[in-house]
């Protein structure tokens, strides 16, 4: 063991520059240079523009309150009964209170009619409807929306709960910037003590998901608003038709806002808890979803986002090509790294791999400690997730990528998304007819 330790320090020690580079190229030019230094860098640049414009929020957030626009709130959702309660009593707790509540249930088989139709009667909720046979999110949600009469439009999960001044922070930014459409909130695990897969995801989504989409929405790329927590202005929903049936329907509508050349927000202050994936096998199941869309919608239904046409706007052409090439082009990169690797280099390996292992280690220590400074909410202490880190490098490096890679496949070849349990049969094969 001994020996192997002296070898080891001897190889890391006696490496140039130029063959450190070499052999560490994929960590050095994608993974520390777009996921660690570009992200420090625009994340201090977002704090100095949020402290240099302070008192533009604080107008906005005027403007909101003395204009007090009706906000209507859509909950769509299959067997939800056990969850609505705590939803409703959530949103009635909330700091702003113009707002009206509607209610889908999509053809649950549990108590939530019985649950709905209480809320309803007790005024707790402003409509409860009910799809007698389910059609999916998607069409839940365009039946809430069809009885909207709010200004804005929140959608949310029934299984989630909110801060008290989350409805008031996820709309103030469209009185900032009139040329806002969307808004998405933040979504933070709650359950994530329960087992290692939930604190895992707890970790991506404070340094991965949550810093991302700020770094994004900074830069103008933000491409994704959560169907857990999204706003939107209502003439633009009329406008694009509402959702789109599918897998990754929040991406989609998003995309739909942004093709209509309006920016897309991210707010972290705007605070949403839900309860994340509580095995593997289930995180699995939910990530196979999310990265067939990426396929499903980027590289199909709205690729002509990427066309030098009469619509083309830089801005959605950058959101795009980042998506794709970090999701999708990157992941190939990586088994392409991993060839070199093993065919250049066989002799040592073993060593290449666990260098990376440290380097990697090292970084998403450094970058959960940095990026401490910049979270506006911490659900959990720091401490609890340190001793977390080092598995950070499995969950990325192996099983997440190991998921993303089988969902590309799966949807590249095979448009396998049509076939997701997610949604009923029948409204993926009218969706397939219909190249949605």
């Given amino acids: 063991m001994n020996s192997f330790i002296d070898n080891y320090i001897s190889f890391v020690t006696s490496l140039s520059l130029g063959h450190f580079i070499r052999l560490f190229w994929f960590y050095i030019i994608f993974e520390f240079s777009r996921y660690f230094v570009l992200e420090i860098i625009v994340l201090n640049l977002d704090k100095l523009s949020k402290y240099l414009n302070r008192n533009s929020y604080k107008k906005a957030k005027k403007d909101f309150l003395f204009d007090n626009p009706l906000v209507s709130i859509l909950v769509p959702g299959k067997n939800e009964g056990k969850h609505l309660s705590k939803l409703v009593n959530s949103l009635n707790e909330q700091t702003y209170q113009n707002i009206e509540i509607i209610v889908v249930d999509d053809g649950s088989d549990d108590n939530t009619p019985i649950i709905g139709l209480s ?100 830069i103008g790329w933000y491409r994704i608003i959560s169907g857990a927590f999204g706003a939107f202005r209502k003439d633009l929903l009329d406008n694009v038709g509402g959702w789109d049936v599918g897998p990754g329907l929040d991406g989609d509508i998003t995309v739909k ?133 080092p598995c950070m490098v499995i969950y990325f490096g192996f099983y997440l990528r190991l998921v993303r890679t089988i969902a590309h496949f799966q949807e590249f070849f095979f448009k396998k998304s049509y076939n997701d349990p997610w949604n009923p049969l029948k409204t993926s094969k009218h969706a397939k007819e219909m190249g949605l």
Avoid at 130 to 137: A, L, P, Q, W, Y
Avoid at 186 to 197: G, I, T
Wanted: with cysteine.
């Fill in 257 to 389: 806002v942004r093709k209509l050349g309006y920016k897309i927000h991210f707010e972290p202050e705007a605070v949403c808890l839900t309860s994340v994936p509580n095995n593997f096998k289930k995180l699995a199941k939910q990530r196979l979803r999310w990265d067939k869309s990426i396929i499903r919608f980027r590289l199909r239904k709205h690729k002509d986002v990427l066309y030098p046409n009469q619509h083309f706007k830089f801005g959605d052409f950058f959101s795009f090509v980042e998506n794709i090439g970090y999701s999708v082009i990157l992941n190939i990169k990586w088994f392409i790294y991993l060839g070199d690797m093993l065919y250049n280099y066989p002799s040592i390996w073993v060593t290449i791999f666990i260098t990376n292992i440290l380097l990697y280690t090292c970084t998403n220590y450094l970058k959960f400690l940095l990026y401490s400074l910049f979270r506006t909410r911490k659900n959990a202490p720091v401490s609890y997730f340190l001793i977390y880190i």
């Fill in 119 to 218: 809320l309803q009667n007790a005024g707790k909720i402003d409509l409860f409807l009910r799809n007698d046979v389910r059609g999916g999110k998607a069409s839940a949600a365009n039946l809430a929306f069809r009885y909207a009469k709010g200004k804005f439009i929140v959608h949310l999960d029934a299984d989630c709960s909110y801060d008290r001044d989350a409805i008031e922070k996820i709309i103030i930014p469209f009185y900032k910037d009139e040329k806002i459409g969307g808004v998405g909130g933040n979504v933070l695990p709650r359950n994530y003590k329960e087992s290692l897969a939930t604190t895992l995801q707890a970790i991506e989504y404070y340094d991965t998901i949550s810093i991302g989409r700020r770094v994004t929405s900074y």
